[in-house]
């Protein structure tokens, strides 16, 4: 097998401290923004989950000679018509905070009866190399708003986020229990597989460019 680079780009310390777990026992050399970030930063300007990962994942992957992986992701609410949507990691400019992100979510929902507080959380992840898409992966999950904040654990929505099957809220889960069944977990299992046959093949590809003298008395 050999030991693939990946650059982790994004700036949450959530989603890289899900992200490297996940991954652990790979053949695989992970890094995050703070190792490479010189200069500049990408703005997201993007009208989908999927518009914003390329746009990361391609601009950091210009200045990387390993492989890059961007997510987005962010939480819908069914009577607030998909918001916070694209917009979930400053919902509550100009100064957004997670507290204050999860404060608006409940303002905004006050009154609305339990079933009708259903959402889902999205993730999509591009991976990149030298400025070009590799792959694409997608998770989501369905749970609802609770009427108030639960649980210390994970990070932005995750108080407010309330997972039936668990009856807990995701910041309730330990941590190893959200990846399971979270979005950014499902959209994980089927890069780690993408992953792990990539590191597998690599040694095959290099094989495949040594040049081969053509069969004599053949051409
Ligand atoms: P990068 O762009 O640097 O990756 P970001 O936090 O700005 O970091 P996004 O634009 O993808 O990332 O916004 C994602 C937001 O959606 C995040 O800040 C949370 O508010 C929310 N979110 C995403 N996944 C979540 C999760 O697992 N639990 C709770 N909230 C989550």
């Not at 929902?109 to 959380?121: D, N, Q």
Request: net charge positive; glycine share 10%; hydrophobic share 35%.
């Amino acid at each position: 097998m050999t030991e693939l680079r990946l650059l982790l780009a994004t700036t949450n310390q959530g989603k890289i401290r899900e992200i490297r777990e996940a991954l652990k026992g790979l053949p695989l050399k992970v890094f995050d923004l703070r190792d490479v970030l010189r200069g500049g930063s990408y703005r997201e300007r993007g009208r989908t989950f999927l518009e914003n990962a390329r746009g990361k994942s391609l601009y950091y992957s210009r200045a990387w000679d390993g492989l890059t992986l961007a997510e987005d992701s962010g939480l819908e609410i069914e009577a607030l018509h998909g918001a916070p949507g694209v917009h979930s990691a400053r919902f509550s400019r100009p100064e957004p905070s997670d507290e204050k992100n999860i404060r608006k979510v409940l303002r905004l929902l006050r009154g609305v009866p339990r079933p009708e507080r259903k959402a889902r959380f999205v993730c999509t992840m591009v991976l990149a190399k030298d400025g070009k898409p590799v792959r694409e992966f997608r998770g989501e999950v369905r749970g609802r708003i609770g009427l108030e904040p639960r649980g210390s654990n994970g990070f932005g929505y995750d108080p407010v986020f309330y997972y039936a099957p668990k009856r807990k809220t995701f910041a309730e889960l330990p941590p190893g229990a959200k990846n399971r069944v979270s979005h950014r977990g499902r959209a994980l299992r089927k890069l780690k597989r993408y992953l792990a046959a990539a590191a597998a093949a690599a040694p095959a590809v290099r094989l495949r460019r040594v040049p081969r003298r053509a069969p004599s008395g053949r051409r």
